[in-house]
């Protein structure tokens, strides 16, 4: 069964760093998809950033270029999303889902992880 779990949310201060975590059990991470993907109080769940071995580059929401890195570790079978430059809007909980392929729709991932809160606020 897969099996996927995220770690390393919290409350931070506008402009800081946190790094979130996301392990993997019950199958091969290098072939599946992996999507980070966020959900604000009253707001849908969006498709933060996504990485995949048949995708090629990772894919990022606009509102997180150049602030968010997604990267994985194989081996260890974790996905990580660097998170700088910290803004409010970036608040809410921090899921970890698995696909096929890296798509943005939440509906195409076929197993997700209990998700980690992010609050950033002064």
């Known amino acids: 069964q897969k099996h996927l779990v995220e770690s390393g949310g919290g409350l931070v201060q506008p402009g800081s760093s946190l790094r979130l975590s996301c392990v993997a059990s019950?199958?091969?991470?290098?072939?599946?998809?992996i999507g980070w993907f966020r959900q604000a109080p009253g707001k849908e769940r969006e498709g933060v950033s996504c990485?995949?071995?048949?995708?090629?580059?990772?894919y990022y929401i606009d509102s997180v270029k150049g602030r968010f890195t997604i990267s994985r570790d194989l081996a260890k079978k974790m996905v990580y999303l660097q998170m700088n430059s910290l803004e409010p809007e970036d608040t809410g909980i921090y899921y970890c889902?698995?696909?096929?392929?890296?798509?943005?729709?939440?509906?195409?991932?076929?197993?997700w992880g209990q998700g980690t809160q992010v609050t950033v606020s002064s």
């Open positions: 019950g199958f091969t991470l290098e072939d599946d998809a």
């Open positions: 889902a698995g696909a096929a392929r890296c798509t943005r729709q939440p509906g195409s991932y076929d197993y």
């Open positions: 990485i995949s071995t048949t995708d090629g580059r990772p």
